[in-house]
């Protein structure tokens, strides 16, 4: 009778232990998901529409050229850089550090303002978006030629 009780308590405690290791992983799985959704929302918010509207185009299909996209309103290059203003919180060395490494060109720098004005290939956007010191990320604003009255 005892050696029935130990093996009945033995059975229990190993499904205990293996529920226990299964929830664990479960519950960082479900964890690592939730930081990915909160990351992902948290760029997207800091990327103005045109933008990600085009980045979505770029990633689900296949664009032979990705310059065409290029309107009067954002500029797409044939590799996919998409030339952006890029909003800071500051503007350090350290700062243009970390953005000049996950940029393809920077155009220009405004300290004033606290704007880069740079080239970001695709599928970095989003990343890019999710430092801490950007607070958005949107199309340069291209001057426009009005028409001639006459």
């Known amino acids: 009778m005892r050696q029935v009780h130990l093996g009945f308590v033995l059975v229990i405690l190993t499904v ?4 226990s290791i299964g929830c ?3 519950n960082e799985s479900h964890k690592q998901k939730l930081s990915d959704e ?3 929302t948290i760029s997207e918010e800091r990327i103005g529409s045109h933008l990600l509207e085009i980045v979505q185009k770029l990633q689900s299909t296949e664009v032979p050229n990705p310059s065409t996209l290029s309107s009067s309103k ?10 952006c203003y ?3 919180t500051e503007t350090s060395e350290r700062n243009f550090t970390t953005l000049k490494s996950a940029t393809s060109e920077i155009d ?5 303002q606290n704007i880069v004005q740079a080239w970001i290939p695709h599928g970095k956007i989003r990343e ?3 430092l801490n010191f950007v607070e958005k990320i949107t199309a340069p604003d291209y001057a426009v030629k009005l028409r001639d009255k006459n």
């Open 16 to 19: 205990t232990i293996m529920g």
């Open 24 to 26: 664990s992983s479960s």
């Open 38 to 40: 909160k990351r992902k």
């Open 74 to 83: 954002i500029k797409v290059d044939d590799q996919g850089n998409i030339q």
């Open 86 to 88: 890029i909003y800071l």
């Open 108 to 112: 220009l720098i405004n300290r004033e």
């Open 128 to 130: 890019v978006g999710e």
